[in-house]
């Protein structure tokens, strides 16, 4: 996967040169390209804003530097991800289509945002996906990236050593994963359930499966009622 990222601060993306991402990187798997967007300007300022019509607080980024930094880095089979506070929240479904995507470019907005017109203009030319991690502002885009990088990386292939890890994980499954436990024995008092050292694996898994009913339903109640009920019905036959 091709992945090319535009922002005033390349520097925020140091953490993808570490562990398992800077490994998919070493190893080919992701061919990510880091750009400062002050590249394209021509003036000797360097300057990437300006102060928005209209008036209000703040400057806005021009849409110059973005025009031309999209048309230098974007390809065919590009598709646009701009996180943003208007997007559409990011969720595990969009980490697995975006990891399926060869190319992905990301703009980093800074200031009061992104002059309308780049994105406008750009989904005249490419698929562009506004998205949200959720309903708080940051200082601008670079976070919201390393989370969705990290996201869509684990799903490539051969960078999570134990694929396993991902049918069974929250939200992977549409339900919270079960609690999760490992030696001593005994810690300060509490113990491992005793299912969990039955060396029945059926058992065990029934055990799983019902904790993890029992955590969606008390903690995110919107993700079990959107949980197929013949799934339900199926286990609830199989215990
Ligand atoms: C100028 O600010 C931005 O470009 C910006 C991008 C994002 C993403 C957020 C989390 O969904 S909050 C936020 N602000």
């Not at 996967?1 to 080919?28: E, W």
């Amino acid at each position: 996967m091709k992945v090319d990222i535009v922002s005033i601060f390349p520097d925020y993306f140091a953490p993808l040169d570490l562990s398992l991402i800077g490994k998919a990187r070493t190893t080919g798997t992701l061919d990510l390209t880091v750009h400062d967007l002050r590249t394209w300007t021509s003036d000797v300022h360097r300057t990437v804003d300006d102060s928005p019509y209209g008036g209000g607080p703040g400057m806005v980024m021009r849409p110059e530097p973005w025009g031309q930094a999209l048309d230098a880095v974007v390809s065919d089979g590009a598709t646009l991800v701009v996180p943003s506070p208007v997007g559409k929240p990011f969720t595990q479904a969009d980490a697995q289509q975006l990891a399926g995507l060869d190319h992905l470019v990301f703009a980093c907005g800074r200031y009061e945002g992104i002059d309308q017109r780049v994105i406008d203009e750009a989904r005249d030319r490419m698929p562009v996906r506004e998205v949200s991690l959720g309903d708080y502002v940051l200082f601008g885009g670079e976070v919201a990236v390393i989370v969705i990088m990290e996201a869509i990386t684990r799903l490539l292939p051969g960078v999570l050593g134990n694929a396993d890890s991902l049918t069974e994980e929250s939200h992977a499954a549409g339900l919270l994963e079960a609690p999760v436990y490992t030696k001593p024995l005994a810690w300060r008092g509490r113990e491992v359930p005793d299912v969990l050292r039955s060396g029945d694996h059926g058992r065990i898994a029934r055990w799983r499966r019902e904790q993890s009913l029992l955590r969606t339903a008390d903690r995110r109640p919107d993700m079990y009622d959107a949980y197929p009920p013949d799934l339900l019905d199926k286990w609830d036959r199989k215990a």
